[in-house]
């Protein structure tokens, strides 16, 4: 292993299905068959936002580039 330091992230109540790196590499999305999709500051290591209201498992997400 290289000396870089981890995050581990534990926020989804089911497995998490998808993940995307903004292109800053500062956020990161996730997605999880707990049908939420987070947003993650990757500058603080914290969780930005939940975002709800998907009617299934949240599949995939991307940002806009």
Do not use: E, I, M
Not at 30 to 35: E, I, K, Q, R
Request: proline share 2%; glycine share 10%.
């Amino acid at each position: 292993l290289d000396q870089k330091g981890y995050l581990a992230y534990d926020a989804h109540a089911d497995s998490v299905l998808s993940v995307d790196f903004h292109p800053s590499g500062q956020f990161l999305l996730s997605c999880g068959a707990d049908s939420k999709t987070k947003l993650w500051d990757l500058r603080v290591g914290k969780l930005a936002y939940t975002l709800y209201g998907h009617n299934g498992q949240a599949t995939a997400g991307k940002f806009s580039y």
